[in-house]
């Protein structure tokens, strides 16, 4: 057994709904993992008779918090982060697509996750959804990577077979043929997942989208994750191809990709009806407010989709998202809100940030807190990490007043130690 003593901050459920307490936390806690597994979480003086023989790791003026789960983002995309020009469509024409290109090759493919992971872990990430290229090599590097650091990932590769450079479409066949081979080989095996990919619907004929509710309805333990109303020029171009529908989200509706393990990346002009549609499937949105604003697609109503029933994690969405900073993505969470007129509760960020992000995939019973019998992903974020922390933290008021200067001043600083299914991953 393993035991860390620190402060101990974890959500039990969603602010915003809970009757009962919807967070835990202990000013002097301990933290006991066996076998990767979360045997017990609570205070130091209700647990230290259950320590017995097991020496105890303290970290003195640092809080130990879930890890992060982060909702969308695209894992070929890490080299052009921070590429300057225009809007989706264009971005994706400028940047995306050249650099999606080498994924092609497997031993750049191996290069890049083994970086991808890197950052994530380094930032606190320890599960995400993630998107890969077209190519199956790009899925299957990832997946041989995290499987390598036992992380819960779930990842497919892109569905492509229009409006896409020659290099990167598909066809129905082979899409189909790829994504059997890498669920009979990848999904289920240690914390991997596979999740079918289409990247969104002007990229994919109806074929290719029937194929793709066809396979997920044939392996109901898959995910599925694609883009929904991100920009207006995307909506509109996607209201010519498909004018039989009654709007985006029912593109998805006609051919089976609206479930209770779909997660749909952005929905940030979705309106009552569709998150309705959404909240009644189990479906999920990613939100992803550092992408929102660098392609100036819009801002998310999480109150909306909140109020609705729909559930909604956190994602980075890199490339066209800032950070691999969970933390930074919070921050500009909130800032999204303030533009809405709204103001997003540090406890509600946290909950979005690991809990919300968990059940957002289905995955809340596995990861998402440090509740007993939960696999054991956690942080130990150092409220010190800079300066400017180390000058306001004392003068926190609350812990409330400590988590949202983590999502305005944080970044990947804080992070001093990850772990996965109790085994450090990364130090700072």
Known sequence: ????????????????????????????????????????????????????????????????????????????????????????????????????????????AADAAAFFLGQLLRNGTTSALV???????????????????????????????????????????????????????WHGRGRLGYAVTPRFAISCSDAQLAMAGEVLAQHP?????????????????????????????????????????????????????????????GSAIAFCPSSNLFLGSGLFDLKGACDHGVKVGIGTDVGAGTSFSVLHTLGEAYKVGQLRGTSLDPFHAFYLA??????????????????????ADFLVLDLAATPLLARRMPLAASLEDKLFALTVLGDDRVVERTYVAGVERHRR
């Open 354 to 375: 690991t809990l919300g992000g968990a059940r957002a995939l289905n995955l809340g019973d596995k990861i998402g807190n440090l509740e007993a019998g939960k696999e």
């Open 131 to 185: 998107f890969g290229s077209v190519h199956k090599a790009s899925v299957e590097a990832l997946f041989e990577a995290a499987l390598a650091r036992n992380m819960r990932l779930i990842a497919g590769k892109v569905l492509m077979d229009r409006h896409a450079p020659p290099g990167l479409c598909d066809t129905v066949e082979t899409s189909r043929a790829d994504m059997l081979d890498l669920i009979a080989r």
């Open 1 to 108: 057994m393993q035991a860390y003593r620190a402060a101990i901050f974890h959500p039990l459920d969603d602010p915003t709904t809970a009757e009962g307490p919807a967070h835990a936390f202990h000013a002097d806690g301990l933290l006991l993992v066996e076998d990767g597994v979360v045997v017990a979480c609570g205070a130091y003086a209700d647990l230290a008779d259950r320590l017995a023989d097991t020496p105890v790791e303290a970290f003195p003026g640092r809080l130990i918090t879930p890890g992060f789960v982060d909702t969308h983002i695209h894992f070929p995309q890490a080299d052009i982060i921070a590429a300057h020009g225009a809007q989706l469509l264009d971005w994706l024409e400028q940047h995306t697509f050249p650099a999606e290109a080498a994924f092609a090759d497997p031993a750049h």
């Open 221 to 281: 333990g898959v995910w599925l994750q694609t883009h929904l109303s991100e920009n207006p020029r995307e909506i509109a171009e996607t209201a010519a191809l498909f004018p039989e529908t009654a709007d985006y989200l029912n593109v998805y509706e006609r051919f089976g990709l609206v479930g209770d393990r779909s997660v749909f990346a952005h929905g940030v002009h979705l309106h009552g009806d569709e998150f309705e549609r959404l909240a009644k499937a």
